[in-house]
């Protein structure tokens, strides 16, 4: 049996609680030959000790690292170990739809594309809210300087209530969540921008992409779906990750690399929604944990002032009075 063409890497997103669902569902839908390498970055120990025994069963290699690492330095690290000639990059709370991989590689022969994104859904359920159905990524000369561009028409909506037919075509942009690419291309464009530690990484690609001549395509008939993070208390074991990934620091540091590479104004309104949206994106897990707090605290003060009330209403004075 030749070997196989392609080899996906899983690298970490933002958590950790949805690991064994997107092994398992990667394995059940792919109905193309393949290698997995799995780069654990500093996972806690239960997620490591699940990744190990999913590697035993499955049979994939996996590479684990002691400290979290950010996933374009992830991916840098796969791009250094596999010698094939695709990579499938894989997030690693993305679930598939059967097919998925069959369908990229087809796109990729029959084009000669050198990036393909399949249809991206988002949230729970899985496969009904559109994330990525194809879009545009580049940077506009206008009156008042240099802007970048980014639109991802259907974001947002649910499938079942499109009636626009998705076919596959040419797109500026693709995103990281799933991701089949050809190994050569990187030796043109170069590795994944480490700087760009948690906004921008996809669009930053996509435009050197573009710059070297390459080209990137959309297939619609390979289809994912990534899930957001449990709430608090459910991957509780994620909160450090969660927390340093969309932490300010990242955010703006990623933001204000992006400019500098690209030539854009410190005024530029996308990027500065970039860095907003990301920001905000450490309180969507944690903002029940807040509640949590909140609650805990007025039942507290609730138990004081019965306590109080029920200590006053027993003294001799007002029984006294009272009679």
Request: proline share 6%.
């Amino acid at each position: 049996m030749p070997a196989p063409r392609v080899t996906v890497a899983v690298t970490q997103r933002e958590s950790f609680g949805h690991t064994k669902r997107s092994l398992e569902s990667l394995y059940a839908t792919a109905d193309a030959p393949f290698e997995l390498i799995y780069f654990d970055a500093g996972s806690p120990p239960m997620i490591q000790r699940l990744i190990e025994d999913e590697s035993r069963r499955y049979g994939f290699k996996v590479r684990r690292f002691d400290s979290v690492i950010a996933p374009n330095a992830t991916r840098n690290i796969a791009l250094a170990e596999i010698d094939t000639e695709f990579i499938a990059f894989v997030d690693n709370d993305v679930i598939f739809k059967h097919g998925w991989l069959r369908q990229l590689l087809a796109c990729a022969d029959e084009t000669g594309a050198d990036l393909v994104a399949p249809l991206v859904f988002m949230n729970q359920p899985p496969f009904r809210f559109i994330h990525f159905a194809g879009g545009e990524a580049h940077i506009d000369q206008t009156p008042s300087g240099r802007r970048y561009r980014e639109s991802h028409p259907f974001a947002g909506q649910r499938v079942d209530r499109i009636t626009t037919r998705f076919v596959r075509g040419p797109s500026e942009a693709v995103e990281l969540h799933c991701l089949l690419a050809r190994r050569a291309l990187f030796d043109r464009i170069g590795p994944f921008d480490e700087t760009l530690t948690s906004i921008c990484e996809h669009a930053d690609m996509c435009m050197l992409v573009h710059q070297n001549g390459g080209t990137l395509m959309f297939e619609p008939a390979a289809q994912v779906s990534y899930l957001p993070v449990k709430l608090f208390p459910f991957d509780v074991q994620s909160m450090p990750f969660y927390l340093e990934r969309w932490s300010r620091s990242n955010n703006r540091s990623s933001i204000d690399n992006f400019r500098a590479k690209w030539s854009l104004p410190a005024d530029d309104y996308l990027t500065e929604e970039a860095y907003f949206w990301g920001s905000d994106l450490r309180f969507l897990m944690f903002r029940f944990l807040r509640l949590r707090f909140f609650l805990r605290a007025w039942r507290k003060l609730l138990r004081i002032a019965r306590k109080t009330a029920a200590a006053t209403f027993r003294s001799p004075n007002i029984r006294a009075s009272g009679e």
